[in-house]
């Protein structure tokens, strides 16, 4: 018994009106900022299974290309060594190692480029 009483000395407990009322808003408050807690939740969990979908269609998509160069550098090389002819090819394929030989060639005019740019800021620490 002596524990009960104990207790409930600890719990202040105010039975007037305004106390009543008091207690009222600052439940209906306190579980309205839970319900928000759990709504944000939920977004930043349904955000976080966004970005890891995007991710893994992003990773697919790279995949995909690169076994798409992979294919056109085969291709490529057996066309330089001679294991295939130009008249071997369909038009698409034809298309695709022209476009294939554009994007190296502007990968090349990039990196020489970068090189250039590297040679002037070594230039200029020199000086």
């Given amino acids: 018994m002596n524990k009960n009483t104990y207790e409930k000395s600890l719990i202040k407990v105010d039975n007037s009106i305004f106390g009543r009322i008091k207690l009222f808003f600052k439940n209906l408050f306190k579980s309205n900022i839970q319900e928000s807690t759990i709504n944000e939740n939920i977004v930043v969990e349904q955000e976080k299974s966004n970005t890891i979908e995007e991710n893994n269609f992003i990773d697919n998509i790279k995949i995909q290309e690169n076994k798409q160069n992979l294919r056109l550098k085969k291709m ?5 060594s001679g294991k295939i002819i130009e008249e071997d090819l369909c038009e698409q394929e034809l298309q695709e190692l022209r476009d294939f030989y554009l994007q190296q060639i502007e990968e090349k ?17 020199l000086a």
């Fill in 109 to 125: 005019k990039q990196s020489i480029e970068n090189y250039k740019n590297r040679i002037v800021r070594i230039k200029i620490q």
């Fill in 76 to 80: 490529s090389k057996d066309l330089e």
